[in-house]
């Protein structure tokens, strides 16, 4: 196999060029990129740090505010966020902060720092269900409150979604490398468990003070027209596979991918990557109205996906697809050895004693249920941040507190 899919597409700052980046910051009083950042990390800060070559406080920075500061180094959307209103856009472009802080974060492993601390113990527990950044984040907040926190996982392996990133966008030894660093505070965890089906909910509740339900959309969407024909996969099943098998996996010379957000572009050039010669992605928005990122679009159609705008499937029939355009009166045919189906995730809280409105848990105020000892986070919850792994993150401090003042006020017991 072509090692492309295994290594990080994004080259890397070398301790010359990222000064050479920390000293384009205008060093702003007001500091924008600080403002935005869901986390609360503050970028002005740690480039400060850089620019004076002190990686190790730069490290600290980082860690004030996110347990997934290196995870987030490079998945984070930092064009939305800090990078939106980074004041040197005026003079020529905004700094790179994933990659300023990508590298800190790399010289925090590779000088094996010990930043993380937890907190004096307090005797009390709580059960998290979901290994995903809002479980990992709630989970460390709370190590630090002082309680035992156990994180329950029906996937053998931890990490959410983070286990879908494509290796060449967000390499697996940097989750592990994360998830490691929340082990080594005592945080325990138990994989393999389906809460609400290999372990009631009642079960966990007499274990723990409080349970937080941070279970994510961890299912792909099927469509209906596609169900029960073997040559389709959901595109999130497919990117699991690829990523846990290190790129090892048998692909057909001709694929079909439906579907225009970000987890169809990531299907995208992980096939190219992987040497598939024909990709052909139709999607139904129109590119004018894409929902992917232009950079992973623009990413997908360099490495040569083709890319077809403004069609509905319409019937299937084995291998064949065909495509009705939304607008005019014109069909497409497209024939491939397997189709990938990236039409959006799903979230599943059966057994677990919510309901969900429109994919999210809301019972009035975020991160609560009826239940005084269940509490909510994540993409599952009811908040005001995106379905993003920073967005989950700020979740995972909220939750965190929630429960925290619960358990003390007696509400939780
Ligand atoms: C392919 C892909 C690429 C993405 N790329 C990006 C990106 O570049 N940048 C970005 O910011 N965001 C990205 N996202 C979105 C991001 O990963 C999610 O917003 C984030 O992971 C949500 O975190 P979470 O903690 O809510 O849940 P998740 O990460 O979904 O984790 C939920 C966990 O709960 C577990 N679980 C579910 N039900 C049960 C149960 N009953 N019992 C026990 N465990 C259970 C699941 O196994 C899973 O491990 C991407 C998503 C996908 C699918
Ligand atoms: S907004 Fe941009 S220029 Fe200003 S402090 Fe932040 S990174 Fe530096």
Known sequence: MDKKYLEEIEPGFS???IVEEASRCLLCLD?????ACPAGTNPDRFIRSVRFRNFKGAAEIVRENNALGAICARVCPTEKYCQKGCSRSGIDRPIDIGRIQRYITDFEENTKMKILASGKRNGKSVGIVGSGPAGLEAAYMLNKLGYDVTIYDKEKVAGGMLNFIPEYRLPNRVVVNEIKRLKDLG????LGVSVGVDLPLNELKSRHNAVILGVGYSYGKMLPAFEGNR????????LKKIKARKGNVKLPENILVIGGGDV?????????????NHVTDVVYEKFSEFKASKKELEGAQALGVTIIDGYVPEKVKGKTVTFKHREIDATIKVKA????????????????????????VNEGTPYVTKDPKVFVAGDIANSKYDKTVVGSVRTGKEVALKVDEAIRSGRAK
């Open 15 to 17: 301790p010359l060029t």
């Open 31 to 35: 500091a924008p990129c600080s403002k």
């Open 187 to 190: 945080i325990k965890f138990e």
């Open 231 to 238: 040559n389709v996969i959901l595109a999130v099943d497919l």
């Open 264 to 276: 169809a572009m990531d299907v995208n050039t992980s096939l190219k990557l992987l040497d598939v």
């Open 337 to 360: 050895d397997k189709i990938i189906l990236a039409v959006g995730q799903r979230p599943d809280v059966t057994g677990l004693g919510v309901e969900l409105v429109k994919g999210e």
